[in-house]
């Protein structure tokens, strides 16, 4: 029982308990606001900030790490110094993830040469990127801060190498929608040796709305699993079910605005109407025998050049982003041998890529981007001559369309490709530019979460690399 003193009057209590009638009303219009943005199609397309450049992103993840000092910065006074101990003070500080301090210095393993007007260094390994040098737009200078796959991979798609957090292709759905309505708007397919080290956070969607995840698809058999009605199950039954836990599931998202509600009613119907468009998508065998042999895949076989093929037919159908996980990089030893298998696998795939895209008209509004988590040492690892060790202080990406310039190599490493010396563009650089290509300003793209505006370019400054675009 109260005690006197203790007793508070009509007004105190109104204004105090549940912070005040006023607020008590603010709170109830919140949620209503927020069952209404939930029943609203998650991914309706959606305007940018400003005029985008682009519509779409393929992404060509050469998970692993792929060697710039064999493939796209070649360095002749590494070459000169092979077998020799490297600088003490290039090591000063340095962190290594298996190498010890008493490694060589290796000399790159291929030759290079110079292609197209631009004049674009580029190994031998690659002969059809150098076909289409003067498309690209390379960039030598690039720094993350992660030294092993796992965290790196999920730096290099999310913009931190902790775990929880959105991948760039969620971002891009949540900012811009999708223009596909029969398929997913972001599609991830993966080949090579395994799956990326980082998982499927790679492409998860982190604290945003799980609708926003890219959906992994196979390029043989069903694109998706179970995609295939079970024996006595035919389309008008299956729809019958489908509206009737629909109607329930749309009942509980008035109730409750959960958006995770509105992905279970999005992810039914996209499973519905993509066992229609999914096979369509998967029948390269409709494409010409010409356009075959440009990529160089044959329609029953699993490839990579085949999901590069399958990259462009979605673009086309309105995918907004897809993501060509391709792990088989790792080269600690087998340095040639990995190295040639792997740009046999990749590198006709991936120039054919743009040339499609080109011809076809959808280059410009179409940003593709091509690298890996980090680059590798310039010194050999431990006592062999056959392997390098993963190295995050420079590596070397490239872009093609999507409002990039053609042809322009930006930024360069020091005389062993150890440490970046001009133009140094950070992970966060990279993210920040991408999205601008795509319409926003880094800074308000943002998802509050935890009591913060999370963004993909997150709290440390990043800027936008206007010396690349156009």
Same mark, same amino acid.
């Given at each position: 029982?109260?005690? /006197?003193?203790?007793?508070?009057?009509?007004?105190?209590?109104?204004?105090?308990?549940?912070?005040?009638?006023?607020?008590?009303? #603010?709170?109830?219009?919140? $949620?209503?606001? #927020?069952?209404? =943005?939930?029943?609203?199609?998650?991914?309706?397309?959606?305007? /940018?900030?400003?005029?985008?450049?682009?519509?779409?992103?393929?992404?060509?993840?050469?998970?692993?790490?792929?060697?710039?000092?064999?493939?796209?910065?070649?360095?002749?006074?590494? $070459?000169?110094?092979?077998?020799?101990?490297?600088?003490?003070?290039?090591?000063?500080?340095?962190?290594?993830?298996?190498?010890?301090?008493?490694?060589?210095?290796?000399?790159?393993?291929? !030759?290079?040469?110079?292609?197209?007007?631009?004049? =674009?260094?580029?190994?031998?390994?690659?002969?059809? @990127?150098?076909?289409?040098?003067?498309?690209? @737009?390379?960039? !030598?200078?690039?720094?993350?801060?992660?030294?092993?796959?796992?965290?790196?991979?999920?730096?290099?798609?999310?913009?931190?190498?902790?775990?929880?957090?959105?991948?760039?292709?969620?971002?891009?759905?949540?900012?811009?929608?999708?223009?596909?309505?029969?398929?997913?708007?972001?599609? %991830?397919?993966?080949?090579?040796?395994?799956?990326?080290?980082?998982?499927? *956070?790679?492409?998860?969607?982190?604290?945003?709305?799980?609708?926003?995840?890219?959906?992994?698809?196979?390029?043989?058999?069903?694109?998706?699993?179970?995609?295939?009605?079970?024996?006595?199950?035919?389309?008008?039954?299956?729809?019958?079910?489908?509206?009737?836990?629909? +109607?329930?599931?749309?009942?509980?998202?008035?109730?409750?605005?959960?958006?995770?509600?509105?992905?279970?009613?999005?992810?039914?119907?996209?499973?519905?109407?993509?066992?229609?468009?999914?096979? +369509?998508?998967?029948?390269?065998?409709?494409?010409?025998?010409?356009? &075959?042999?440009?990529?160089?895949?044959?329609?029953?076989?699993?490839?990579?050049?085949?999901?590069?093929?399958?990259?462009?037919? &979605?673009? +086309?159908?309105? %995918?907004?982003?897809?993501?060509?996980?391709?792990?088989?990089?790792?080269?600690?030893?087998?340095?040639?041998?990995?190295? !040639?298998?792997?740009?046999?696998?990749?590198?006709?795939?991936?120039?054919?890529?743009?040339?499609?895209?080109?011809?076809?008209?959808?280059?410009?509004?179409?940003?593709?981007?091509?690298?890996?988590?980090?680059?590798?040492?310039?010194?050999?690892?431990?006592?062999?001559?056959?392997?390098?060790?993963?190295?995050?202080?420079?590596?070397?990406?490239?872009? =093609?369309?999507?409002?990039?310039? /053609?042809?322009?190599?930006?930024? *360069? *490493?020091?005389?062993?490709?150890?440490?970046?010396?001009?133009?140094?563009?950070? %992970?966060?650089?990279?993210?920040?530019?991408?999205?601008?290509?795509?319409?926003?300003?880094?800074?308000?793209?943002?998802?509050?979460?935890?009591?913060?505006?999370?963004?993909?370019?997150?709290?440390?400054?990043?800027?936008?690399?206007? +010396?690349?675009?156009?």
């Amino acid at each position: 029982m109260l005690q /006197p003193n203790n007793v508070r009057s009509r007004r105190w209590f109104l204004q105090e308990c549940g912070v005040g009638l006023g607020a008590i009303a #603010a709170t109830q219009m919140l $949620a209503e606001e #927020a069952k209404s =943005a939930a029943a609203a199609d998650p991914l309706s397309v959606r305007a /940018p900030h400003f005029p985008a450049k682009v519509k779409n992103v393929i992404f060509l993840f050469m998970a692993g790490a792929p060697s710039h000092l064999e493939l796209f910065d070649y360095k002749p006074q590494l $070459a000169k110094f092979d077998g020799t101990l490297p600088p003490a003070e290039l090591l000063d500080g340095y962190r290594a993830a298996f190498i010890n301090p008493n490694s060589k210095l290796l000399g790159p393993k291929f !030759k290079f040469s110079k292609y197209g007007r631009s004049g =674009a260094e580029i190994s031998e390994i690659l002969p059809h @990127t150098a076909r289409v040098a003067d498309e690209l @737009t390379i960039v !030598k200078s690039l720094t993350t801060d992660a030294f092993n796959h796992a965290p790196a991979q999920i730096m290099m798609n999310t913009g931190s190498p902790l775990f929880g957090k959105p991948s760039m292709g969620a971002w891009t759905l949540y900012g811009l929608g999708s223009e596909s309505k029969d398929l997913p708007g972001f599609v %991830v397919f993966s080949s090579g040796q395994k799956g990326p080290s980082g998982g499927n *956070s790679n492409w998860g969607s982190g604290f945003l709305p799980t609708v926003y995840s890219g959906v992994q698809l196979r390029s043989v058999g069903d694109p998706v699993l179970y995609l295939s009605n079970p024996a006595g199950v035919d389309r008008r039954a299956q729809r019958d079910s489908l509206d009737a836990i629909n +109607e329930l599931n749309r009942q509980h998202l008035a109730a409750t605005g959960d958006p995770e509600i509105a992905t279970r009613i999005n992810s039914y119907e996209m499973a519905y109407r993509m066992q229609s468009s999914a096979p +369509e998508l998967m029948d390269v065998a409709s494409e010409s025998q010409a356009t &075959l042999d440009l990529y160089g895949v044959k329609a029953e076989e699993s490839s990579f050049a085949k999901n590069c093929l399958l990259a462009r037919r &979605l673009v +086309e159908r309105g %995918v907004r982003f897809v993501q060509l996980f391709h792990e088989a990089w790792d080269q600690h030893g087998n340095l040639v041998g990995g190295l !040639k298998k792997n740009c046999q696998d990749t590198d006709q795939g991936c120039a054919a890529l743009i040339q499609d895209l080109k011809q076809r008209g959808l280059l410009d509004q179409t940003l593709v981007i091509w690298g890996g988590e980090f680059g590798r040492t310039p010194m050999v690892q431990g006592g062999g001559d056959d392997g390098r060790d993963h190295h995050p202080n420079a590596f070397t990406m490239w872009m =093609a369309g999507g409002g990039m310039k /053609p042809g322009v190599t930006l930024g *360069s *490493s020091d005389d062993f490709g150890f440490n970046v010396v001009e133009d140094r563009v950070h %992970v966060r650089d990279l993210h920040a530019t991408i999205l601008h290509q795509l319409g926003f300003d880094h800074t308000r793209l943002s998802y509050k979460f935890q009591g913060l505006d999370q963004r993909l370019t997150g709290v440390e400054p990043a800027r936008v690399v206007t +010396e690349l675009i156009t």
